[in-house]
Nanobody
Framework: QVQLVESGGGLVQAGGSLRLSCAAS????????MGWYRQAPGKQRELVAT???????NYADSVKGRFTISRDNAKNTVHLQMNSLKPEDTAVYYC????????????????WGQGTQVTVSS
């Protein structure tokens, strides 16, 4: 089993910054790609950013240049540095990880964190 624990959400003013963190723990062989998704009221969950073990990144156009995703493979953690926050960034942010469960079970299984609220006031 795998648990993803998120932290760092909160309330900030427009133009401010927040740093989200997520740690994977449990019984598994290796963490594959990790990412952050968000869901605003009345909208579907959308991809924010992803990062591979080799630090290849992908960002949604709406956050490009403002957000930075990073990871530490040794600690099984992923972070999202959010700068120049806008009210439209307000959402519940979810950590996602594809987990290689055992060495002889390639392919990976997806796990999700519980979500952390980010609110940006104008």
């Amino acid at each position: 089993q795998v648990q993803l624990v998120e932290s760092g959400g909160g309330l900030v003013q427009a133009g401010g910054s927040l740093r989200l963190s997520c740690a994977a723990s449990g019984n598994f062989f290796r963490v594959n790609v990790m990412g952050w998704y968000r869901q605003a009221p009345g909208k579907q969950r959308e991809l924010v950013a992803t990062i591979t073990r080799a630090d290849s990144t992908n960002y949604a156009d709406s956050v490009k240049g403002r957000f930075t995703i990073s990871r530490d493979n040794a600690k099984n953690t992923v972070h999202l540095q959010m700068n120049s926050l806008k009210p439209e960034d307000t959402a519940v942010y979810y950590c996602n990880a594809n987990i290689w469960m055992a060495v002889l079970r390639p392919g990976g299984e997806d796990y999700w964190g519980q979500g952390t609220q980010v609110t940006v006031s104008s």
